[in-house]
């Protein structure tokens, strides 16, 4: 069930991983999308509809990702990839001499 298509209450585990998307007015599951602004899980097509909208781009692009270093959504595994890489660079800068 996409956006709009609901109009009842929340499951709840709405907005958690796994679990229905956060989006108002969408139960779809599973929500494996992470949103760094809302610190909640989406469903696939929400997560286009809100990350690939004109403005959200351009202020993200603009003013978030420069500064954090990642698109504004993320699934499990590229957050679990991206703290590997930056683990693996800290530890090869302290074997460093």
């Not at 599951?29 to 760094?36: D, I, T, V, Y």
């Not at 800290?90 to 074997?95: C, R």
């Amino acid at each position: 069930m996409s956006y709009g298509d609901y109009d009842g209450p929340d499951k709840p585990n709405k907005g958690k991983e796994g679990g229905a998307c956060n989006r108002s007015s969408c139960q779809s599951e599973p929500a494996q999308w992470f949103n760094h602004g809302s610190l909640s899980w989406y469903c696939d097509e929400c997560r286009g509809d809100i990350q690939f909208d004109a403005f959200n781009l351009r202020d993200w692009e603009k003013n978030w990702q420069p500064r954090v270093g990642h698109p504004m959504f993320e699934t499990r595994d590229m957050i679990n990839d991206r703290k590997a890489a930056v683990y693996a660079h800290h530890a090869a800068l302290e074997q460093k001499p």
